[in-house]
């Protein structure tokens, strides 16, 4: 799919590209990430094989004025699941925060050949990440999908007390996701 460019205030010069990330953005999307507070970091080399394995279903989003990487979601389609499309990360630089940067990366993504059978959408989320939450929550009202939530990996069971249990957000819809615009 060809990059898309979109401002992300009308009127403004300051135009983001979204697009395919290719194996060299993965030492920026690692930098974006390590940005990001609170996001967990995942080695340099796990965004390398994310960048270069799960193109298809992730997007960068660059500043055209000046190249800088100010967007980042990371997906795949789960195994077995190929009608179900599961967000990894999602990192947008605080310099554009708050400018629609994420649900463009999403819709990016879900509008690509590789998600065309995609029914469903997956991805956790802590109590405590009120962005996240309302990302989602947007996304599904846009697309007139339903969003559930149920714990998954919990505190003590599955992070021994050391990260805050994480919630899996489904999103059905009726159709596929592309034609649920």
């Known amino acids: 799919m060809p990059a898309t460019e979109i401002s992300p205030e009308p009127g403004k010069n300051d135009e983001i590209i979204y697009r395919l990330p290719r194996s060299?953005?993965?030492?920026?999307?690692?930098?974006?990430?390590?940005?990001?507070?609170?996001?967990?970091?995942?080695?340099?080399?796990?965004?390398l094989l994310?960048?270069?394995?799960?193109?298809?279903?992730?997007?960068?989003?660059?500043r055209r004025s000046d190249g800088a990487m100010v967007g980042w979601i990371?997906?795949?389609?789960?195994?077995?699941?190929?009608?179900?499309?599961?967000?990894?990360?999602?990192?947008?630089?605080?310099?554009?925060?708050?400018?629609?940067?994420?649900?463009?990366?999403l819709s990016a993504?879900?509008?690509r050949d590789a998600c065309r059978h995609v029914t469903s959408l997956k991805t956790t989320i802590t109590d405590d990440n009120d962005a996240s939450?309302?990302?989602?929550?947007?996304?599904?009202?846009?697309?007139?999908?339903?969003?559930q939530r149920a714990?998954?990996?919990?505190?003590?069971?599955?992070?021994?007390?050391?990260?805050?249990?994480?919630?899996?957000v489904t999103i059905r819809f009726s159709e596929s996701v592309e034609n649920a615009a």
């Open 24 to 47: 060299a953005d993965g030492a920026n999307v690692w930098r974006l990430v390590a940005s990001c507070k609170p996001l967990d970091e995942n080695s340099l080399y796990c965004n």
């Open 50 to 62: 994310q960048c270069d394995h799960f193109a298809g279903t992730s997007v960068v989003a660059e």
């Open 74 to 105: 990371s997906g795949y389609l789960i195994p077995g699941e190929p009608e179900t499309l599961f967000i990894w990360q999602v990192a947008v630089d605080p310099s554009v925060q708050g400018r629609g940067v994420a649900k463009r990366m």
């Open 109 to 111: 993504i879900v509008a």
């Open 133 to 147: 939450w309302a990302l989602f929550s947007s996304f599904a009202r846009t697309r007139g999908g339903d969003l």
């Open 151 to 168: 714990p998954h990996f919990r505190e003590d069971l599955h992070f021994g007390g050391k990260h805050a249990t994480e919630h899996m």
